[in-house]
């Protein structure tokens, strides 16, 4: 996916899994993707991430105008789409990838959606975030990131990274206010 999206022309046989015989599936599910919601220019595409104020870190799989808009996509594999399921996590990842990007990158517009696009063999799925799914999932998350900084302060679990706790909580209470 990443080749493809950076134009360049990988050899298949070079990424086939022992297990399988062709990504024939898997290609021509990306390929209907990229058709059918107008993926276009990717910005980012396995790009690491780091959040200034909440110190969290990541890397987003890819970051591209879409005909919705500025889009954060985020490819995941399956041997079958048979065993493709909705996951809450894959929101709140989004979510934290977006927070970072639009804390640390300079866009025409903040990100405000993404997709989970799921690949197998058999075929593909999507899971659209749209952008209040992303806003109710910031405003629990920044809560959550509060809570964590402030009981790894309490118990002192921060012994590798002395003083992080502390700093993480005056750069959200400085940015945010006191949660």
Known sequence: ?????????????????????????YLNGFYEFTDQYGLSTALLIEEPLVHPICFYCGTVDCLAWTDSGLTIIDWKTTESIKKYKKSQWQLYQQVLYAAAINRCYR?????????????????????????????????????????????????????????????????????????
């Open 1 to 25: 996916i990443e080749a493809t999206i950076k134009e360049q022309s990988p050899k298949p046989e070079d990424f086939i899994p022992d297990h399988l015989d062709s990504i024939d599936g």
């Open 107 to 179: 866009l025409d517009e903040p990100v405000k959606q993404g997709m989970s696009v799921t690949m197998a063999a058999d075929g593909w799925r999507l899971q659209p975030w749209e952008p209040e799914d992303f806003k109710s999932a910031w405003a629990e998350l920044k809560g959550r990131i509060y809570e964590f900084w402030a009981e790894q302060q309490e118990e002192g679990q921060m012994s590798q990274w002395p003083g992080v706790a502390p700093r993480a909580l005056e750069a959200i209470a400085n940015a945010w206010g006191k949660s």
